[in-house]
């Protein structure tokens, strides 16, 4: 399968009151990957998010991937993104099937995107490139990693960590398959300005 494009990355509070219409906002500009990413342990909010999620992606024929948690990604029947501290991927894997999306996060660290290889990952996720505001704490990421990583690796690549339409060229000349983006998108003041963001993004990866 084919995993070149935008990455979108929802965040709770910055889409508070305005989830789905920003979603479909960026659903509308092109959205390879949308992954759900809620750290509160509602569970209950979760579900329903993630199912109002799924229908949307299914509309718009996008992957859905659901943050950390491979259970409600079963339940769905959708994919999952898997930090280090996240559990295991080979589970995951038995637990999702063969066609599943898994992706890994890998921090800048090569050893690890090539044991996630090994166990099935279907991206490798390195971070973070810039600022992020949404992460702030997260481990910096260099455009060599990328290089390194680019030369080793038969899977797609997928940056994220402050990416904005205006620092993002470099990492696709760098070799990167998926821009993983939630500020950058979606700290959009309106939702046309969402889909031109996403437009945009789209436009900067057909190289
Ligand atoms: C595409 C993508 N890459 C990296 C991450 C970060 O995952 P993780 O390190 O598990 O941190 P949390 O997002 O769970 O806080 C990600 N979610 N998506
Ligand atoms: C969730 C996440 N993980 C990161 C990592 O480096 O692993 S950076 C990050 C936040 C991405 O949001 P924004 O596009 O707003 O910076
Ligand atoms: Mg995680």
Redesign the pocket.
């Known amino acids: 399968m084919k995993l070149r494009g935008l990455y979108a ?1 929802t ?1 709770s509070q ?1 889409l508070a009151g305005k989830f789905l219409s920003y979603v479909e906002a960026a659903l509308e500009g092109g959205v390879t990957l949308l992954q759900y ?1 809620d750290k509160s342990s509602d569970e209950a909010r979760r579900l329903r998010e993630a199912e109002a999620l799924r229908d949307l992606c299914e509309r718009y024929k996008t992957h859905l991937i659901i ?1 950390d948690d491979a259970e409600l990604a079963a339940r769905l029947n959708v994919g999952v993104h898997l ?1 280090q501290t996240d559990g295991p991927l080979t589970p995951a894997r038995a637990l999702l099937g063969r066609q599943a999306i898994i992706g890994s ?1 890998c ?1 800048a660290q090569l050893e690890l995107a090539k044991q996630a290889a090994k166990e099935g990952a279907s991206y490798v ?11 702030p704490g ?4 260099s455009l060599e990693l990328l290089d390194q990583a680019r030369s080793t690796l038969h899977l797609p690549i997928c940056a ?5 339409l205006e620092n993002a060229a470099p990492l696709v000349a760098h070799g990167v398959d998926l821009l ?8 959009a003041e309106s939702t046309a300005e969402v889909t031109r963001r996403a437009r945009a993004f789209n436009e900067l990866l057909k190289i």
């Open positions: 990355i965040d910055l990413r943050n930090g996060t921090h996720a390195f971070g973070r490139f810039f600022n992020s505001s949404t992460k997260a481990p910096t990421c994220i960590g402050g990416i904005t993983a983006v939630v500020h950058g998108l979606f700290g």
